[in-house]
């Protein structure tokens, strides 16, 4: 058979803004999977320990969980067609309980799966163009991106071509799939930050240069968890054509000299904490000379044979588009609160792009059914090219709807209550699965995050506090981001009882990027729901004109804040 | 131990020698790197010659001695540690060596085209296992998408291993 | 049982518990020696050395290849786990009640 003779037939229209697949990527995970089946087998015939399983066990997504196996997909930048989402959808039905949970890192994951099953699983999600492919292990994860690209006014260049071109890249990479620690990447097309790039392994961004040339900025060494770090610029005029070799130089500085003795300073912020970013860049630079970088370039051949498997939108001039929404939003004022809320400029004038908030009150943050998978599929092919997108705070996007179809897409999207008017309020609360799920957690996320959610339920008020993001985690690895929100809540573990600790002020884009600072002392579930009212109700006591909380938390520092929830106590 | 090539059980003449030199070498020592560094004048030895090299030095440091070594061994001290991985790269695209570069301490049959794709040639293998597994590794995935020593027919970013 | 003959400070005991290995699901270690799915089938040890040493001749078995994370927590009398993390692998994660093992 000839591997190369896969340009796709014409008459089946490619899914938009994403790579599809054609013979050789479904050949390849036919491969992945009978390795993954016999390593399962091996594992049951005692051939191999659970010692020696797991990393392969990881490197397919597959965790042990407090009650039962959970299996991670991968979303790749955060594009899905309609037809991958009925594919998630049936997995969630038959193979799992009916629902599955996206994470802030463009992934699903589905809490209820059986390891038996599990290759059946990844069958099926083959068929539809999905894996699990390094969700997990110590390896190159899922690469991340934009949940605006191809739709922000903004860009420069479409990320998701590169974020493919390292996906490719990274899959199965001979060289760094057994490195001291995860390794995580995003990528953006503007230089406007939406995916906060200073919290990543490598978090790039995208720049015109003197001569108007896009050009990558490279940040490295950022991360959460027990030691949270703000990245650093590693490279700020790297052409395009050279991102492989780049990223290959800085991860094989980082697998030979990264900690392999201590679990919580083998990430590679604490290796570029050590030696120093400057000495760090020294290193990546000799290697990236010594490479021969004709074999790395990513040259027009390469960039359009990832390119032409891209299906791209056909957008249309809509005549009177615009004054249709102006006119729907003036009749509807539910509508038009949602529109305010929920939704995104597109560079086409007709067009509109819509988050989904999947933030219910009395709601999982982050939960969906499987009937709501069904239904939003059907009208992201009805009324947005057939496309998804995830984004990194847990809510979905449809990316390019016709203005004047806005209001009847809410309509239907209100049947399947996914038309909450929240994003980017207080209830869109980002969440962990905490100690419901996680083994590693000390405390249970989801009933805070609930809790908060019905205290603030009333849009009104939600709106007359306006702009605020709240993370709510169960451990220090900070999954749901605590770290740089706003509100961060964390659980903590008291001779194995629930306790929180609340930190305020953090931020998680570039320009203000900051790590939120401890309140205080831990408090109980109760009690932290009522400091959480209370420094709420301060600071619209407190607030100035226009001022976000988190512009009033800066101006008056934490003190006054710490007063107020600690001093009756 | 078992030594590995091509999917294959083969001979291996190399005696590894660790603490002392002995007065008269074997036909084919691999002598560890600590002892090849005190081999004050590598110029007289007129034989087969390889070295044991540790996963956490340089790999620039082996540039003294590269004409002389026919053989380089490198460490897994577990599966899991991949530093290995890197210096076999390292070791065939800068240092541009092209002789017997092995695999020695713990891998999996799992890791068997990681490995032939960074540059190793052979793998010692503990006596009980199955070979079976290592045979079908060998040549498991039949698609990569990288750059690799063995530089595989490529499109685009795909090759056919 | 055993139980009521106890002091009050001494109403703690010893349970064992692990994730089945083929799907994940939380199993307790009975008397009669099978892994039941029901906290209140739990063999009660009434001290933690006691419980261990069991641990170490389960190892020993060949039902040990088919279970993950074995390892023994205290309960209180009632068949209640003394960690809110050992309460959820007993009674499911407290967003889904009706995923109780009783309830399915
Ligand atoms: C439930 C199983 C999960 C496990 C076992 C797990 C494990 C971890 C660990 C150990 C870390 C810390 C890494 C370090 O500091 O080196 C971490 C970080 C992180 N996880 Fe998770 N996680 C889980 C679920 C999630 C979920 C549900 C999300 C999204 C909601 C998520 C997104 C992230 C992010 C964004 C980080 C921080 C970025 C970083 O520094 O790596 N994870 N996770
Ligand atoms: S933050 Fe901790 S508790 Fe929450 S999902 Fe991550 S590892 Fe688990």
């Known amino acids: ?569 | 131990m078992l030594l590995l090539k091509d999917g294959e059980v083969i001979d291996n003449p190399w005696v590894t020698i660790e603490d002392h030199l002995p007065t008269s070498l074997p036909e084919y020592p691999i002598l560890s790197y600590s002892l090849l560094s005190t081999l004050d004048d590598n110029d007289k030895i007129n034989q087969p010659l390889g070295v044991l090299f540790p996963c956490d030095l340089d790999i620039e440091l082996l540039n003294p001695f590269l004409k002389k070594l026919s053989l380089i061994a490198l460490i897994f001290p577990t599966f899991k540690d991949g530093r290995a991985f890197s210096q076999a790269r390292q070791i065939r695209e800068h240092l541009k060596f092209t002789g017997e570069l092995r695999a020695t301490g713990q891998v999996l049959p799992d890791q068997y085209q990681f490995l032939t794709r960074v540059g190793f040639t052979t793998i010692m293998i503990p006596e009980i296992t199955n070979i079976e597994n290592w045979k079908e590794n060998h040549h498991h995935f039949t698609i990569g998408f990288q750059n690799s020593i063995l530089k595989e027919a490529r499109h685009g970013l795909v090759r056919k291993l | 049982m055993v139980v009521q003959n106890k002091q009050a400070n001494q109403s703690e005991y010893y349970v064992l518990t692990a994730n089945r290995l083929l799907d994940g699901r939380v199993v307790w270690f009975t008397s009669q020696e099978y892994w039941g799915i029901m906290i209140e089938e739990a063999h009660l040890f009434s001290n933690k050395e006691e419980a261990e040493q069991k641990i170490q001749q389960i190892i020993q078995t060949d039902s040990a290849r088919f279970l993950i994370d074995l390892h023994c927590t205290e309960i209180r009398n009632t068949f209640l786990p003394t960690t809110t993390r050992e309460k959820i692998r007993a009674f499911g994660p407290s967003n889904h009640p009706e995923f109780n093992p009783r309830s399915i």
């Open chain 1, 1 to 569: 058979m000839n591997h190369f003779s896969h340009i796709s037939d014409s008459n089946t229209s490619k899914a938009i803004g994403r790579y599809n697949y054609n013979d050789v990527d479904f050949e390849f995970l036919t491969e992945r999977i009978n390795q993954f089946r016999s390593q399962i087998k091996r594992r049951l015939n005692g051939e191999l320990t659970e010692d020696e399983f797991k990393p392969f066990r990881l490197m397919n997504g597959v965790y042990l969980q407090l009650n039962s196996y959970m299996l991670r997909v991968a979303i790749p930048y955060g594009t899905l067609s309609s037809k991958m989402l009925r594919g998630l959808a049936y997995i969630a039905r038959y193979y799992d309980r009916g629902y599955g949970h996206f994470t802030t890192r463009q992934n699903i994951q589905f809490h209820w799966t059986k390891l038996e099953e599990v290759p059946d699983i990844l069958t099926y999600l083959a068929s539809v163009e999905l894996h699990t492919i390094q969700t997990s292990g110590n390896c190159i994860r899922n690469i991340t991106s934009d949940e605006f690209a191809g739709v922000a006014q903004d860009e420069i260049l479409d990320p998701r071509i590169y974020a493919e071109i390292m996906r490719q890249w990274s899959t199965l990479h001979p060289e760094f799939s057994f490195l001291p620690r995860k390794f995580k990447i995003a990528i953006s097309g503007s230089s406007n930050d939406r995916i906060a790039v200073c919290f990543y392994d490598i978090g790039i961004l995208t720049c015109l240069n003197k001569q108007n040339k896009p050009v990558f900025e490279i940040w490295v060494g950022g991360g959460l968890g027990r030691i949270p770090i703000k990245g650093k610029i590693i490279r700020n005029d790297l052409p395009p054509e050279h991102l492989l070799a780049y990223l290959e130089a800085i991860i094989r500085v980082y697998n030979l000299h990264g900690s392999r003795n201590n679990l919580y300073k083998s990430r590679i912020k604490i290796l570029i904490e050590n030696l120093g970013i400057d000495n760090y860049r020294e290193q990546v630079e000799k290697e990236f000379q010594a490479m021969d970088l004709d074999q790395y370039r990513l040259s027009n051949d390469i960039m359009t044979s990832i390119q032409e498997n891209f299906g791209q939108p056909n957008l249309v001039d809509v005549p009177n588009a615009s004054e249709t929404l102006k006119k729907h939003r003036q009749e509807n004022q539910a509508f038009n609160q949602w529109v305010n809320h929920n939704s995104y400029p597109h560079f086409h004038k007709d067009y509109i792009a819509t988050i989904i908030s999947l933030k219910n009150i009395g709601e999982t943050p982050g939960d969906m059914t499987a009937d709501q998978m069904d239904a939003l599929a059907d009208l992201a092919e009805e009324y947005s090219l057939g496309e998804i997108r995830v984004t990194h705070l847990q809510n979905l996007v449809l990316g390019h709807v016709r203005k004047d179809q806005l209001y009847v897409l809410w309509q239907a999207l209100q049947k399947h209550h996914l038309a909450v008017p929240n994003q980017g309020l207080i209830t869109d609360i980002v969440c962990c699965p905490g100690l419901d799920y996680c083994a590693l957690a000390n405390a249970r996320s989801i009933s805070i995050a609930k809790k908060i959610m019905s205290l603030f339920q009333d849009i009104h008020l939600q709106e007359k506090i306006g702009p605020l993001n709240i993370g709510v985690d169960g451990c220090i690895n900070s999954c749901a981001h605590h770290h740089i929100m706003n509100i961060g809540v964390l659980g903590v573990n008291k001779k194995g009882e629930e306790f929180y600790q609340i930190k305020l002020g953090g931020f998680s884009y570039k320009n203000n990027a900051t790590i939120g600072s401890i309140l205080g002392a831990a408090l109980t579930m109760e009690e932290v729901i009522e400091a959480i009212r209370k420094l709420i109700n301060f600071y619209l006591e407190q607030r100035q004109k226009n001022e976000y909380f988190i512009d009033t938390f800066n101006r008056l520092g934490i003190n006054p804040f710490k007063e107020i929830v600690y001093a009756s106590a």
